[in-house]
């Protein structure tokens, strides 16, 4: 079955640049119909959805956040990024990618990652 | 603030059943999906489509929806089930995907 994995680095310094990877086994990125998608969680809060993106290019943001994000699909390597610009403490989190199904009324996220935890921090 | 709301906790007596509910406006036109988030792990879908359950999720689990709210409901909680719950369905303009703020089910 379709499996995730993020990686990236753990520290990032204030105003610099988050980039995480997520690399999908098990499964084409280019499957039809579904989105690849970052959400994250801060420490001892909720499921906030960052992003997803198509891999023919299709894609949208949290308006909290889009002027910041840039998602990108990989399609030769199957893996999809995320960038996120002049990060603050408030960016804080355990960041987690997810496969992300939407097709008229329906909505489900499945399988995600296993998370990883990001700290902005000089 | 979410768009879809649910309550911050939820207790329930093992073996009994117990509703977990999400409201919202957006409810209405869209399908919820459920996610259950144990301690350091990553959430996992355990109802879609308001009310369909993946491969390997116990039947216990059950989904529902009337108006503006939909339901997740566990008939016989476990200690397995204790756990996070989140619902998950579009934001009014139904472009972007929206989280509930979570309910933690404690199992007494």
């Known amino acids: 079955q379709v499996q995730l994995q993020e990686s990236g680095p753990g520290l990032v310094k204030p105003s610099q640049t988050l980039s995480l990877t997520c690399t999908v086994s098990g499964g084409s990125i280019r499957s039809g119909g579904y989105y690849w998608s970052w959400i994250r969680q801060h420490p001892g809060k909720g499921l906030e959805w960052i992003g997803h993106?198509?891999?023919?290019?299709?894609?949208d943001y949290n308006p909290s956040l889009k002027s910041r994000v840039t998602i990108s699909v990989d399609t030769s390597k199957n893996q999809f990024s995320l960038k996120l610009t002049s990060v603050t403490a408030a960016d804080t989190a355990v960041y987690y990618c997810?496969?992300?199904?939407?097709?008229?009324?329906?909505?489900?996220?499945?399988?995600w990652g296993q998370g990883i935890l990001v700290t902005v921090s000089s | 603030s979410s768009e879809l709301t649910q309550d911050p906790t939820v207790s329930v007596a093992l073996g009994q059943t117990v509703r977990i509910t999400c409201q919202g406006d957006s409810l209405r036109s869209y399908y919820a999906s459920w996610y259950q988030q144990k301690p350091g792990q990553a959430p996992v879908l355990v109802i879609f489509?308001?009310?369909n359950r993946p491969s390997g999720i116990p039947d216990r689990f059950s989904g529902s929806s009337s108006g503006n709210t939909a339901s997740l409901t566990i008939t016989g909680a476990q200690a397995e089930d204790e756990a996070d719950y989140y619902c998950n369905s579009r934001d009014s303009s139904g472009h972007h995907a929206v989280f509930g703020g979570g309910t933690q089910l404690t199992v007494l």
């Open positions: 997810a496969r992300y199904y939407r097709n008229y009324e329906r909505t489900w996220f499945d399988p």
């Open positions: 489509d308001e009310n």
């Open positions: 993106r198509y891999h023919s290019g299709d894609d």
